[in-house]
Nanobody, 125 residues
Framework: QVRLVESGGDSVQSGGSLRLSCKMS????????MAWFRQAPGKGREGVAG???????MYTDSVKGRFAISLDNAKNTVFLQMNSLKPEDTAMYYC???????????????????WGQGTQVTVSS
């Protein structure tokens, strides 16, 4: 079974940066589409950034130019570099994985079967 463990969440001031990590066990990241989702209180789960097996990436509009997803297959880890953080980025961030080759649906949460436990990101104004 695939297990995903996120880390790196923290409380930061507006304009700060964080780097989230998601370590996969029970599978190889090279075989999966991977993504980061987030959920703020009272809101639904939002796709933030995704990367598929071919290296195609996708970002939600609100984070373009600020966030970057990357993959280190040797370490079986996906990262989310978050720069210029804003209070509206505050959320629980989840890592997700699926064996299907995703393109246009990289940021659709219902496409993903495997999920991590989440890591909290809090951005103060």
């Amino acid at each position: 079974q695939v297990r995903l463990v996120e880390s790196g969440g923290d409380s930061v001031q507006s304009g700060g940066s964080l780097r989230l990590s998601c370590k996969m066990s029970g599978g190889s990241t090279s075989d999966y589409s991977m993504a980061w989702f987030r959920q703020a209180p009272g809101k639904g789960r939002e796709g933030v950034a995704g990367i598929n097996e071919n290296g195609i990436t996708m970002y939600t509009d609100s984070v373009k130019g600020r966030f970057a997803i990357s993959l280190d297959n040797a370490k079986n880890t996906v990262f989310l570099q978050m720069n210029s953080l804003k209070p509206e980025d505050t959320a629980m961030y989840y890592c997700a994985a699926d064996l299907r080759f995703l393109t246009s649906s990289l940021l659709h949460p219902d496409k993903y079967n495997d999920w991590g436990q989440g890591t909290q990101v809090t951005v103060s104004s």
